[in-house]
């Protein structure tokens, strides 16, 4: 299964699955809300000519992402949900695909290099599809050789990485999806990736049980392969000052790398339970895990400390 149920979206408002609601809790007032129910039946509001949209219900969500008062969703039969945080209802939701083994991997929220926000998803029926927020019609589909696992746009918007069941990533033109390099190193599928914000080094974390950093300007050889203790490296962020880099294994540990020592140096965070997605806060202050373990099940916050980079901070 593939890991990035939780975000955090301000230093004190993380979103999390719990069963099937998606679920907004508030570290400063210690208090839990729900923000979406996807066991009872779904009814989209958009109702535009031509558009695609169905009702869903109990919807096993595979995967999310929060960004601009935006809430995007898969699901682990192709599904796509997609929620105006300050609107009541469910904008859009439908099927992206009738393949048996359709699940939707992952979901991404970008701005294009014109300044308009899109949606992305990554399906296992080996198709990117992207999505305006406006209408939420469907504007490009790409079709790889393999099911796709990972995508992460570029910060400028113009550079597409595209992981999945190969050894290979892809970089591809994000208008075209046409690919534009290739990046080989790795030994497994991929599962993960991340840009950092300066555009010019990308992530990627594979099964192979390492994370490989790229710089994009030379795609010959990875600069850095930084390793994981046990499991698969399945998700990746970095701060928004890109000081820092965190890399989750599928249970129990985090790792934090600090990229000013070269990735070099890091902190390994020993945890207890499937780890159900990591998120840095947008100040870069604060570092939320989420696990998934039916007794243990939890969110952990870990703040910055300005001597030393990370100490947890007990609840």
């Not at 970089?171 to 991929?190: E, F, M, R, T, W």
């Not at 373990?293 to 300005?306: C, I, M, Q």
């Amino acid at each position: 299964m593939l890991r990035n149920l939780l975000w955090a979206t301000s230093k004190h408002d993380v979103y999390l699955m719990q069963n099937f609601s998606v679920m907004h809790w508030n570290s400063l007032h210690r208090r839990g809300s729900e923000v979406l129910n996807v066991a009872k039946p779904i009814v989209p509001t958009e109702k535009q000519p031509g558009l695609l949209a169905r009702p869903l219900s109990r919807v096993q969500i595979s995967t999310m992402a929060v960004k601009d008062n935006l809430l995007v969703a898969g699901g682990f039969q192709g599904e796509l949900i997609c929620k105006h945080m300050k609107q009541p209802g469910v904008a859009f939701c439908s099927k992206l695909t009738t393949d048996e083994n359709a699940i939707t991997n992952a979901v991404d929220i970008f701005q294009n290099p014109t300044g308009s926000m899109r949606v992305m998803t990554a399906n296992n029926d080996a198709q990117v599809r992207v999505f305006d927020i406006e209408k939420f019609a469907c504007l490009n589909r790409f079709s790889f050789e393999w099911s796709v696992n990972n995508t992460s746009v570029s910060p400028d918007g113009k550079l597409l990485a595209v992981l999945g069941d190969s050894a290979d990533c892809l970089i591809a033109d994000a208008q075209s999806g046409k690919a534009v390099g290739g990046l080989k190193g790795h030994l497994d599928y991929c599962f993960s990736s991340a840009w950092h914000p300066d555009g010019r080094i990308l992530a990627t974390g594979n099964q192979d049980t390492t994370c490989r950093l790229w710089d994009i300007r030379n795609l010959s050889e990875s600069l850095a392969v930084l390793k994981g203790r046990m499991g698969a490296i399945r998700a990746i962020k970095f701060t928004s000052d890109g000081r820092f880099m965190a890399m989750a294994e599928p249970a129990d540990f985090v790792h934090i790398i600090d990229t000013q020592s070269g990735y070099a140096k890091g902190q390994e965070i020993d945890l207890f339970g499937e780890i159900a997605g990591i998120s840095f806060s947008p100040d870069s202050e604060a570092l939320f895990v989420g696990v998934a373990d039916r007794t243990y099940g939890s969110v952990l916050e870990f703040n910055k400390r300005h001597y030393n980079p990370y100490q947890e901070i007990v609840f």
